[in-house]
């Protein structure tokens, strides 16, 4: 029995051990950023329109006169400008205080001839709480990346996304952005700001030697996780 009772606890040892491994080795879930899939589509082929004979207008090669070419299909690009700066701050604090006080008295008794001295017993007490929290973050993302029209709303708003790569000697940068565009908003040259993206998705990351020295070992994220304090 006592055996059997050693294994076991030295197989739970193994798989907590494993499990902290695994949780020390798996990457932060909230570094995920849900981008919308895919990051680019091909335009639809154009269904081939009849010729009109002794007709101006042509559908084929129609284009408004006084109108810019805006990205309304599926397949058109347009060029978002990335501006987000978020600012925040928070501050708390709060006190406590209490305190109490007992006296307990015994008179002397008489017994006959005989007597008992009395007695006193005081007790005290006192507890006192403080505390103070403060928080700020400043965050400041600037550049402009190309997207491309994936889908069309049946309100006639557009779902984009895109993906801008760099390599730059051993390293490489990737920049990802989907969300929800208004034509409406949409300005001359095809230009829209993010501040005015519906459901933005942004995501800047870097592969390569610099962005492995900045991440904490595996081992150290163990130690990190299961530390008391």
Known sequence: MTNALHAGLARAAAVATLALVAAGCAPDALRRVEVVQPMTVRPQ???AALAVRGGIYQPATYQPLFEDHRARTVGDTLMININE???ASKKASSAANRAGAMDFVVP???FGTRSVPGGKLSATSKNDFEGKGDSAANNVFTGA???????????????????????????????RLSG??????????????????ADARLEYRGAGYIDE???MGWLSRVFLSVMPF
């Open 45 to 47: 082929p154009a269904p």
């Open 85 to 87: 700066k978020l600012n």
């Open 108 to 110: 002397e008794m008489q």
């Open 145 to 175: 990346i190309t997207v491309t029209v994936i889908d069309v709303l049946p309100n006639g708003n557009l779902i984009v996304a895109g993906e801008k790569q760099i390599g730059i000697n051993q390293g490489s940068e990737f920049v």
């Open 180 to 197: 929800v565009v208004d034509p409406r908003f949409i300005l001359a040259g095809n230009i829209v700001s993010s501040t005015q993206v």
């Open 213 to 215: 020295a900045q991440t």
